[in-house]
């Protein structure tokens, strides 16, 4: 059995159209849907090595040993692995964010495509795109996403093996700014996989589910034709649903936050003076403000002189998962 030591990149990603809700919440078949765009200045390096001598796998996060939850998600995910190379060989794997742990940025999307990537191949297995977005899904959905390049759909499907992400533009396609705006770094008391189960309890899901494919053909279109004026309505829409529906689940998730609601009414005031940017959220409080690379310097400084805003992290369009020559260990 070829036993490498690899290393892989994976970069965080934005959506556009948000993943909120499963379909088939085991195997993270989503109930909709959804864009993103890769983050190039959010992303996670991770190393995996499989060894006979161990006699359970090994996780590292960040420097540290992993905490319970995190480990046994991990090795969850290693079993799949090990699962489709047939082998029982416990494992050892070391991953680093290259932003700040705590910043809120999700980093459940680079960290699962980085080590599905890395895990595949350190098992001797060569996976099409396909079929390590079909694994990195099951580890975290939105990390479907983060192994295609650029601009990215995740076609929901029905099943696991038809829901996987494809790129629907390379990086270079357009210079869109993803300006992240940190103004807590505290970490969110609820996950999003709660969330997701929780989607069903919100009243506005029936209409959501009816609005959505307008709206994904909206921003799919917007993005192709690099149309902003298309898109940021559109995000915006769907982010601010996103919020509703946790506010509105039971029991209801309040992932707003008065900094946040500051930033969205200054975004709200730039445009109105003539700026071209728009917002968009996670299930956090950091706000993501998108532009074009012709504004961002702008909206980079007017974010920063908000009161309460702890960081900002600039991003373009990110590239695909893949695997890098310098291990972790
Ligand atoms: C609000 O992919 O983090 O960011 O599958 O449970 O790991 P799990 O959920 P996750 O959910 C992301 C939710 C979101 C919207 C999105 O990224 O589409």
Same mark, same amino acid.
């Not at 919100?202 to 192709?224: C, G």
């Given at each position: ?146 192994? %295609? ?50 989607? %069903? ?83 956090? %409080? ?44």
């Amino acid at each position: 059995m070829p036993i490498e030591k690899t290393t892989a990149l994976a970069n965080s990603n934005i959506a556009f159209i948000k993943y909120w809700g499963n379909r088939d919440a085991a195997y993270r078949v989503p109930l909709n849907d959804n864009v993103s765009m890769n983050l190039d200045h959010a992303f996670t390096t991770t190393t995996v090595e499989f060894d006979a001598n161990l006699n359970a796998d090994q996780i590292v996060v960040g420097g540290a040993d992993a905490n319970e939850a995190t480990r046994q998600r991990v090795s969850a995910h290693l079993d799949r692995v090990r699962a489709l190379a047939k082998i029982e060989t416990k494992a050892r794997a070391q991953s680093e964010n290259n932003f700040p742990t705590g910043t809120g940025i999700a980093s459940s999307a680079s960290a699962f495509a980085a080590l599905s990537v890395a895990a595949t191949h350190a098992a001797g297995l060569a996976l099409s795109e396909r079929a390590l977005s079909i694994l990195a899904r099951q580890g975290s959905g939105s990390a479907s996403r983060s192994i %295609p390049g650029g601009f990215v759909e995740w076609i929901a499907g029905h099943s696991s093996d038809d829901s996987y992400a494809v790129s629907i533009a390379p990086p270079e396609h357009w210079d869109l700014r993803d300006v992240v705006v940190i103004v807590s770094t505290e970490e969110k008391k609820i996950g999003s996989s709660e969330g997701h189960a929780a989607a %069903p309890t919100s009243h506005f899901l029936a209409e959501r589910i009816q609005a959505l494919p307008a709206r994904f053909h909206r921003v799919r279109h917007a993005v192709l034709a690099k149309n902003l004026s298309l898109l940021g309505p559109a995000i915006e829409e769907d982010a601010i649903e996103l919020h509703m529906m946790a506010m509105t689940s039971v029991p209801p998730i309040y992932y707003w936050s008065p900094a946040m609601v500051q930033v969205i009414q200054a975004v709200q005031q730039w445009r109105a003076d003539g700026l071209a940017v728009y917002f968009t959220l996670d299930a956090g %409080p950091n706000v993501h403000l998108i532009c074009e690379g012709t504004d961002a310097a702008q909206v980079e400084s007017l974010a920063r002189a908000i009161v309460g805003v702890q960081q900002i992290i600039v991003n373009v369009p990110g590239g695909a998962a893949h695997l890098i020559d310098q291990h972790l260990f």
